[in-house]
């Protein structure tokens, strides 16, 4: 998304933002009124309704002409079609996380690592279910992908890092981070990774 799509998009939402600017833009879809009569309208003060108008100008959504004295506003529907057009129909969902570009996202995986954890050893397994997860993906990264362990193996693995294997194990399963042979006891890592803790 361009600085302009975004500088536009932040326009329009500020504008927006308002109930009595919302209220203004569907009476000026009905009809023209002036600022007299939206003010009345609106049970507003003219300044106010002056002022509003201005932003929804300033925005393209709003047109004004002159009748005489009068100044006579309407809902600028080509304005607005170009808009959706040329701003709205263009946002995709990769635009929209492009917005959040520079954002570390591992910056909070790193820090939930570094509460629960004490060198590579698990001081306590967190209460809350996302920060459980991010400590299951660090233990499971401790198992090679295309081999397939016992449930001793496992045991063994997990007890390097944290006392009670049964758990983890169960909920390397429940959480979709291993999966498991029915009848031999076999269990094989699903590919993930975790980044990694700056030191």
Not at 8 to 32: H, M, Y
Not at 100 to 125: C, H, P, S
Not at 151 to 180: C, K, V, W
Request: proline share 3%; hydrophobic share 40%.
């Amino acid at each position: 998304m361009t600085t302009q799509e975004i500088s536009t998009l932040l326009q329009f939402f500020k504008a927006l933002a308002n109930e009595n600017r919302l209220k203004i833009l569907g009476v000026l879809a009905q009809r023209e009124c002036s600022v007299e009569e939206l003010a009345t309208l609106l049970k507003l003060k003219p300044p106010t309704v002056s002022h509003h108008l201005s932003k929804l100008k300033g925005l393209g959504v709003a047109a004004m002409r002159k009748d005489g004295n009068d100044h006579l506003f309407r809902l600028d529907v080509d304005s607005l079609h170009h808009m959706s057009k040329t701003v709205f129909a263009a946002i995709t969902t990769e635009k929209v996380v492009a917005l959040a570009e520079g954002v570390e996202y591992e910056a909070w995986e790193r820090k939930v690592l570094e509460a629960f954890l004490d060198g590579d050893q698990i001081i306590v397994l967190p209460s809350g279910y996302k920060k459980r997860l991010v400590i299951l993906k660090w233990v499971i990264n401790f198992f090679e992908e295309d081999v397939k362990y016992t449930e001793r193996e496992i045991n063994e693995i997990i007890q390097r890092h944290y006392p009670d294997s049964a758990s983890i194990r169960r909920a390397f399963i429940t959480n979709g981070l291993m999966e498991r042979e029915g009848g031999g006891g076999l269990y094989w890592r699903i590919p993930w990774t975790m980044p990694e803790l700056e030191g």
